[in-house]
């Protein structure tokens, strides 16, 4: 199996900004949006003792509107969005080929990210350049948002609950927002905290009735809530450029992918409509150093890398509860994958309100406002402590 090493982001010292929070719910100015990743629906009622299957994502948004906050979204729709950039890339990187650094990496890991600009800075401009779930979605939250309900940026303040402790960390990058001097996430805080903040406020999961997310930056397919299991990321983005190729969704989304396990890490190639793309996928850094060791070195050839900092992805983030001598990474891993399955749609193309904000304001993948909004170049990165 894959590398089972703790979480390398936990120790981190992380800041609380919960009490901003509270202060933000309760002025009157302000219009407070939360979005939730998807590892956070696995594993946020694991305190209360509620089984995963009745702590569905529908009791967390109830859970959410709870505690305050004017609008509940969800991650899962800009992980679509990621999506929808991120195969546009590769399929550009594809097809020019010379053009481009290959292995393209993938980006919504903060962790990999702080990782290979530390460890490996000459590769950190093989990184995809689509900004994380997490930022494209605060970045259309105060452009694309903010014109509906028509506030100024300002107005609007952006929560993210995240399963990490590193998504503070890019949160804080000032290369990440798209207009100088606003901050598009303005707070991140991880599971436990949200925890803690259900708690405060006496809110009883067990009790919880669902209740549907806001639109319509609330929905998203199947392919974006796997993106909180390692190979989701990746997964999500070889269903969409299937279509993006051949103008189909592939014929069986749940084994089109035939993995060939290695030690270290996964691989796999396939042809679609004449293209032939090779990928691999990793966690833990470990595994990490030894898969970029490896292209580095020529033994290897891959055309898109996914890695994700810890093992099993984000569903064993270190902002996720903990239970002493328990790895529950895989389990929760395996939850998502089914809510996945049981998702009407599965492909990213497919969430209509991500096609609506391309017909409305984004108008393609890369196009000028796409770059402007979902891109962002890592190299630049201010890096922090
Ligand atoms: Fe954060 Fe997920 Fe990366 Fe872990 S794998 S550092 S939880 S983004």
Not at 41 to 54: I, L, Q, Y
Not at 128 to 142: D, E, L, Q
Not at 245 to 272: A, M, S
Not at 295 to 316: L, T
């Amino acid at each position: 199996g894959q590398c089972i090493t703790h979480c390398p982001v936990a120790a981190l010292s992380a800041r609380d900004d919960t009490e901003k929070i509270w202060n933000a719910i309760s002025d009157p100015e302000k219009i407070v949006i939360v979005q939730p990743a998807p590892a956070v629906r696995t594993a946020w009622a694991e305190e209360a003792n509620v089984p995963r299957e009745m702590a569905t994502p529908e009791k967390l948004a109830a859970a959410l509107r709870h505690l305050g906050f004017d609008y509940v979204f969800d991650t899962n729709f800009s992980a679509d969005l990621t999506i929808m950039e991120e195969s546009a890339e590769l399929i550009e990187h594809l097809t020019h080929a010379g053009k481009y650094p290959a292995p393209m990496f993938t980006s919504c890991c903060p962790g990999w990210i702080r990782f290979l600009k530390k460890e490996y800075p000459e590769m950190v401009h093989y990184m995809s350049t689509s900004k994380s779930p997490m930022s494209m979605f605060s970045a259309i939250a105060k452009s694309y948002y903010a014109k509906l309900l028509d506030v100024s940026p300002e107005k609007i303040v952006c929560v993210a609950v995240m399963p990490c402790v590193a998504k503070k960390y890019e949160a804080d990058v000032p290369e990440v927002n798209s207009e100088p001097g606003i901050k598009d996430t303005d707070y991140v805080i991880t599971t436990r905290e949200l925890v803690r903040m259900l708690k405060a406020a006496n809110v009883d999961v067990a009790k919880l009735k669902p209740e549907p997310f806001d639109k319509p930056l609330g929905e998203g397919t199947g392919g974006a809530v796997i993106f909180g299991t390692t190979g989701g990321v990746m997964e999500a983005a070889v269903r969409n450029a299937y279509y993006m190729l051949t103008g189909k969704n592939p014929p069986n989304p749940d084994n089109f992918i035939q993995w060939k396990w290695l030690n270290r890490w996964r691989e796999t190639e396939f042809t679609v409509a004449g293209v032939t793309v090779r990928i691999a996928v990793t966690s833990g850094l470990g595994c990490a150093r030894d898969l970029v060791e490896a292209i580095k070195n020529g033994s290897v050839h891959y055309d898109f890398v996914e890695v994700m900092a810890c093992p099993g992805g984000c569903s064993g983030g270190g902002g996720q509860p903990i239970h002493e001598g328990e790895e529950l990474a895989w389990e929760r891993g395996n939850y998502l994958k089914d809510l996945d399955k049981r998702s009407k749609l599965r492909v990213s193309y497919e969430n209509p309100y991500i096609q609506e904000l391309y017909k409305n304001f984004l108008d393609k993948p890369l196009s000028e406002t796409a770059e402007h909004y979902l891109h962002t170049n890592q190299v630049n990165w201010t890096m922090t402590d």
